[in-house]
């Protein structure tokens, strides 16, 4: 039987669906299977409680590839994102920081911690765009194997490394330590505010099972500054009607290319015939043929899921085993009657539009960590809080709020084993809203509805495994062209014609839709499909 | 007096450079502040008739060339045929006795498991493949791949095209590893503990930092590349030697003589200034001292670039090392092997307790379970101690930076206890044989060797201070940004340990220039 | 929100145009009036007082003072007497310029130094090793420039203090409204005039005096249109705009050395080593590649390139920072980053930084200019600076 489609993709999270609309666009037959009953996979809006619209998983958006927003044309199908500049870390002694985007205001903030580290912020900032320009090409490559003599792989290493050259001495030596060092002792060389290196190295764990003095960490402090070189000025923001509405936009270009999706269509199996794919098995055991199969899942659960550990070589499965996807982070989203004040800064004023920062000291990160890494989670987590419904009345009725809480560290692992977490999910959402409770005494008392997601519930609802939501870590050995691993680096799978498109992928996780478009590219430039 | 190369500290590197630079012909000094020569190489009696065998007491990394080319063999220095195996003792069971070679290794390892027996084969087999491409980098220069005026394209292509020889899998499987935690590296290879653990630790002795830290894995590769089996009657031995060679090429040495600063006209070294106020014209110092020392205490603050000065501020040396010297009336003997009487011991149970060893240091908190890394150098030296008498040896991981704890008398005595302690839960009869005890803190470690922040190895050797960025770009190649300064001390590549390497390394740069 | 000084008081009730800016963190008035030329004409024909409080103050004092600021500056400050007033710039390690300002030796022990960007970090680097405490001063400092003609009869007749002696570049101390104030005869005008400084409490008493003894001799509150206008005529370079400093700069072609931008006469070079002193020394030996020089644009050629398109020829009303290029034989040669129609020289003025070769007096060299939505070019000479220098200044 031949073929219905030129592509199946797997899962519609919002690179399954960048991937699907780059492939129609270029007037590929594509079908997407979605298991759930809505788009968006983590990127996704729901309703759990009435009239709330929860941010369930994915709260901000940072790094949406903008050529993404221009290609597909996302805003005409209804992409809004509006900005979120401020950053407010509430202090254990009663003081609070807020990072504002006006710099002489900033300026006077910080120095009232350290006059030295105002003036040097500026100047740190600077140098992490210089280091972002380096990165942004590496963000939009298919990563080379240097193991190959394959022309085009070497000229993109040696260009890399000509690059690299061009930085210059003082600029190498920084990329290089932001390469090897912890976010701390890299921030160390800096500023000597103790919170605000603390709140700032916090940008460097999300999503990881790492603690701010690991290192590697100071590397993806640059996300941070990552949105300032990409033409997409203000790219750090929230997504009208939640974070969903990315995903639904994706999907509405794709749709507009000629795309079909479906939803509540899970996929039991890939078909395969003689080690290649032919297609997928849905759960309700209908077979539907593709010349390609791309997983928009993570790569455990595309190929020791849906091909299975029997129709894989030993170093394959081995490399997927030794693939890190520790699952360290947790949410809990609120809908609230009111907003309480903050003890440090009462009101609701413009510091509550931004990002807020459980982040008060670097002890304080480094003993939640601690405890993460023998099997609990932590009784004072780091926090990540937005109130999108500040920013974006749409998603709450007038006059109440949600309240989206990113929690980290929450470890997959916990010491009585993962299948445990159902049991252990209210203390954890206890203890979220305990530590809120330190700065924002009247939390408790607002609070109308309360969701609390642990690392099992993102990995049974969501299916990522391991709960880990970049789908797999993003640590120096998990990236680039060791990413998930070198033989699977470019997207493709020892399995022919099955094919990768998520955060599993180079560049990595986050909403950035960057490994769907390069998949795309990739699967055209090779006429694979 | 005016001679060509003044070197400061006459260390293992210090004589080191010294000797080779008078065999290429210079006119050498040694200056050295303390009363003997070794540095953290020499032996001091430590309890009336208990001498110490160095307070660095691994030997297996120094460098064959340097051996040869001072010619230490006819100066009485004696290589080890073997390398000595280590003991892990157990609270339960018999221990492990370690050998490096595998099939010695193996009878032992299969007590505890079949497949890590196996394993270990194959992983003493890629550190040995390794080595070939990793040795060539740690004998010589680094390449000046990054942040220095020098580095060049073609030196990090060359770097890149060496690291090719190595095979396609060997390669990939290098930078997987190379940016890996150590825990999982042994996860990965080990299901055995007391392996695990035995084999992590000495990757991290020189960092500030546990077996979940990424990029620990490293930091044990380059300690596997460069392991010999050691000198006989270890690092005593090696000073003489080295001495003795030194002297035979006319370096003169003065010891109890401290240099003050290191003085400069119009940018450019002219010699020393001793403590005393003499003053001695060199056209070249040589620093074998830890590089902050060099910089922030020997210089004149006005003479000292900004941007040297800030990288040494930078430059992260927190010692978290302590010292302890036990002299014993009879040998170390442990409950679970009674009848072996081992030279090198590792007390650290599994990796677990190496990072929770770790996370004491954290927080500036007294260690709870501290690894040991035990030598018993009176079995291969017996004159160190009386008749019958054993000097133990026990380098301690990990304590307290002196930035983050107040290291007072009460709790060096307290870390020695807690040491003994340790140690004696696995030898019991350890408290009845001890006659003498030393303790050396960070803080001691600093004062008495002059290491600023008591670090042995003279900075941490993480991944952002090795190769081409130690201790600095701009001082990665032993010369600095103050023309005649040149760095010979274990600050410089290839890192700490007593090793010979930056000493050998530093002279030949030193002679090309 | 941006801060206020401590004459916001009388400034803002006096500020009818409603014309602000924000000036390192603080409100500062761009022009009283709608139009700036009275402000103009005062600071040239009798006297104009401006706030310049948001200037940055830096206070080091102590045993090291002297031999820290050698340090730090590229002028030899050990030698500066007291009661003596200097200007140079400072640089980094590889003698770039970071900020330039005036240093004040109150005492054998104690300096004032004022920049135009914050610079506490920057002194306490430099300070290892210095007997020497840093303090920043700014918000507890209100300062009044008081610049023109009759800028000495003025302060003389307020002021209890040695005015009619006070020469150029010394300091002083006196009373004011009966408040304790600090002299120097400084300024940003290139004209005579002084600075007072006083601590905020006494600064609207020490304010209002001034004015009342100006009232006589035409005294008018200026703000820094007026100022900039007046800068540009004395030759003075601006940070942020005629140079950047390095330290905000992301690429090294950005910044500049102290010759590139006509510092050379406040280098000194031959003296104990300073920060950027090696750097310094081989650009000289190197040659400067750039330098700012005055350009004084051809007044026949402007009325061409406006006549070309059938218009009357123009002025710039205000002082211009947005860069033009400009050209030698087609060829980009370098940039004007600030300029003035001077209307006490009848001049069209510009300060332009030039590459080597273009910057001897008498130079012609083209500028860009913009007429009619038309990009064209005009000719201009290089001059040299100041553009006006009047005796009075000095006396």
Known sequence: MGANYDAIVIGGGHNGLTCAAYLAKAGRKI?????????????????????????????????????????????????????????????????????????EKTRRELARLSPRDAEIYPEFGRTMVQMARFVKPILDMVPPDPGSLDPRGLSDLLRLGKRFQNLGPDLQAVKYRMLTMSAVDFLDGWFESDSLKAVMSVSGIIGTFLGIRSPGTAYVLLHHYMGEIDGAFRSWGLSKGGTGGISLAIASAARSYGAEIRT???????????????????????????????????????????????????????????????????????????????????GVGPHLFGDIAIAPS??????????????????????NIVIPSLTDPTVAPPGKHVMSIFVQYAPYHIKEGPEYWPKKREAFGDAVIDTLSEYCPGIKEAILHRHVLTP??????????????????????????????????????????????ASGSHPGGGIMGAPGMLAARELLRTRTV | MSYDTIVIGAGHNGLTAAGLLARGGRRVLVVERRGEVGGLASSTEFNPGYRTAGILHDTTGVRASVIKDLDLEKHGLRRRSEPVPVFLPERKGTGLLLHRDPSKAAPEINSFSARDAD??????????????????????????????????????????????????????????????????????????????????????SASLLGPWSPGTATGLMMYEAVRGAGIQGGA?????????????????????????????????????????????DGSMVASSCDPRTTFLDLMTPRDLPLDLERGMQNFKARGNVAKVHLALTGPLAFAC????????IRIG??????????????YGEMPVEPCLDVAVPSLSDPSLAPDGGHVVSILVYAVPPTGTLEWTDARREELGDLVVSRLASYAPELRDRIVGREVLTPLDLEREYGLNGGHLYHGEQGLDQVLFMRPVPTCAQYSTPLEGLWLCGSGSHPGGGITCGPGMIAAAAILNS | MPLQTPFHPRTSELCTSLLWKEWAGYHAVCSYDTVNDREYIAFRHAAGLIDVTPLMKYEVTGKDAPSFLARVMVRNIEKLRVGRVTYCCWCDDRGKVLDDGTITRWSEEHFRVTSNSPALQWLQRCARGFEVAIHESTDRIGVLALQGPASRTILAAAAEAEIEGLRFFRATTGMVAGKPVEITRTGYTGDLGFEVWTANENALPVYDAIMKAGKIHGIEPCGLDAMDVTRIEAGFVLHGVDYFSARTCMIESQKSTPFEIGLDWAVQLKRESFVGQAAILAEQDRGVARRLVGLELDWDDLERVFEESGLPPEVPRHAWRDPLPVYRDGRQVGQATSGAWSSILKKNLALATVNKGWSEKGTELMIETTVDFERKKMKAVVVPKPFFDPERKRT
């Open chain 1, 31 to 103: 079908l997407v299977l979605e298991r759930r009953h809505v788009l968006g996979g983590a990127a996704v809006t729901e309703e759990i409680y009435p009239g709330y619209h929860y941010s369930t998983c994915s709260y901000v958006v940072s790094l949406l590839r903008p050529k993404i927003i221009r290609d597909l044309d996302l805003p005409s199908h209804g992409l809004e994102i509006m900005p979120l500049e401020q950053s407010f870390q509430p202090l254990h002694d009663g003081r609070g920081l807020v990072r504002w985007s006006d710099w």
């Open chain 1, 264 to 346: 509540e269509s899970p996929v039991q199996k890939v078909l395969l015939k003689n080690g290649s794919s032919e297609g997928v098995v849905l759960e309700s055991g209908e077979e539907i043929r593709a010349r390609v199969v791309v997983s928009g899942t993570d790569p455990r659960l595309t190929l020791l899921g849906f091909v299975g550990e029997e129709n894989l070589d030993d170093e394959t499965v081995s490399a997927l085993k030794n693939f890190k996807m520790r699952g360290s982070s947790g949410k809990v989203n609120l809908a609230l009657d009111r907003i309480p004040d903050f003890t440090c800064r009462p």
């Open chain 1, 362 to 383: 670097i002890e304080y990160l480094e003993r939640a960590y601690d405890q993460a890494k023998y099997g609990d989670f932590s009784e004072r987590p780091y926090l």
């Open chain 1, 456 to 501: 099992w519930d993102l990995e049974q609802e969501y299916g990522l495994t391991e709960g880990n939501i970049f789908h797999g870590e993003l640590s120096l050995d998990q990236l680039f062209f060791l990413r998930p691993s070198p033989k699977m680096a470019r997207f493709r799978t020892p399995i022919e014609n099955l094919w990768m498109c």
């Open chain 2, 119 to 204: 394993r270990y084969a194959k992983y003493q087999a890629f550190h040995s493949r390794l080595g070939r491409f990793l040795l060539p980098l740690l004998n010589g220069p680094s390449p000046p791949v990054a942040g220095n005026d020098r580095s060049d394209f073609w030196g990090m292509i060359k770097a890149g095209m060496n690291m090719r020889r190595l095979g396609r899998k060997e390669m990939i499987e290098f930078l997987r590893l190379a940016p890996m935690p150590l825990r999982d590296w042994m996860e990965e290879s080990f299901e055995t503990p007391l392996l695990q653990s035995a084999l992590a630790a000495p990757g991290l």
């Open chain 2, 236 to 280: 005593p031995a090696l000073v003489r030697a080295l001495l003795a060679a030194c002297e035979s090429r006319g370096v003169e040495v003065r010891l109890n003589e401290s240099v003050s600063r290191i003085r400069l006209r119009a940018g450019v070294v002219v010699g020393v200034t001793l403590a005393g106020g003499e003053e001695l």
């Open chain 2, 337 to 344: 092997r009674p009848d072996l009487e081992p030279e090198n």
């Open chain 2, 349 to 362: 149970e599994s990796l677990v307790s190496l990072e929770k060893a770790f996370d004491c240091v954290k």
